[in-house]
Structures are given as structure tokens and as C-alpha cells.
Nanobody, 122 residues
Framework: QVQLVESGGGSVQAGGSLRLSCAAS????????MAWFRQAPGKEREFVAA???????DYADSVKGRFTISRDNAKNTVYLQMNSLKPEDTAVYYC????????????????WGQGTQVTVSS
């Protein structure tokens, strides 16, 4: 398994931007599909975006056009650039990894970071 550590969360006003980073340990980072999920209080963990080893990306409809997922395999890091943030984006954001699966079911991902809080005020 790969160990994951997120950073970059914080508090912003609506319309602002944040960039999340997720640093991974392990020599086989490039083999993993990397993804971001989020969980708001009282809600189920939901898919945000995923990226394959060669850069193919998927996004939740709610973030398309506003969020961009990317990865740097040389640095073992995946990023989530979040623009035009809305109050409904407020949640704990989690980085996760899987060997092949890039879908929206969080139960099929194997490794998880500790999460980073994103708060968007109106």
C-alpha cells in the first residue's frame, strides 16, 4: 500500500481558490490511480476527481470546469486545484489511491490520507 498525506486546506470566501496537495510514499506511485473524495458533516463520502497513471481524468459533475486534478509522478504528488469555490464545497477532502479502479465508489479504494478541511464562506 501507499501512504498518503494531504495539505493545502483552509478557509476562503466564495469565488476563491485553493490548491490541495497529496504526497505519497512508495516507489510505485506511478502505478496507482489517484483520486480525491470529500465528506461534509452528516453526508456520505463523495467522489470529486480521479487521475490515472498516464493522466486520464474523471470529475464529478458538481466540480467540472472549476476543479483540476493533476499529478507529478517524479514527485509522488497529486494535486487538486479548486477555483470558483462555493459554500457547498465545504468538506474534509481526502486523497486516495487504487491499483486500477478509478470510479466513484470510495469502498474500492485501498489507501487513504488523514484528510484536510476546506471551508468556503459566503
Amino acid at each position: 500500500q501507499v501512504q498518503l498525506v494531504e495539505s493545502g486546506g483552509g478557509s476562503v470566501q466564495a469565488g476563491g481558490s485553493l490548491r490541495l496537495s497529496c504526497a505519497a510514499s512508495g516507489r510505485t506511485f506511478s502505478h496507482y490511480v489517484m483520486a480525491w473524495f470529500r465528506q461534509a458533516p452528516g453526508k456520505e463520502r463523495e467522489f470529486v476527481a480521479a487521475i490515472t497513471f498516464n493522466g486520464y481524468t474523471d470529475y464529478a459533475d458538481s466540480v467540472k470546469g472549476r476543479f483540476t486534478i493533476s499529478r507529478d509522478n517524479a514527485k509522488n504528488t497529486v494535486y487538486l486545484q479548486m477555483n470558483s469555490l462555493k459554500p457547498e464545497d465545504t468538506a474534509v477532502y481526502y486523497c486516495t489511491a487504487s491499483l486500477g479502479y478509478r470510479g466513484t465508489d470510495y469502498r474500492k479504494y485501498n489507501s487513504w490520507g488523514q484528510g484536510t478541511q476546506v471551508t468556503v464562506s459566503s
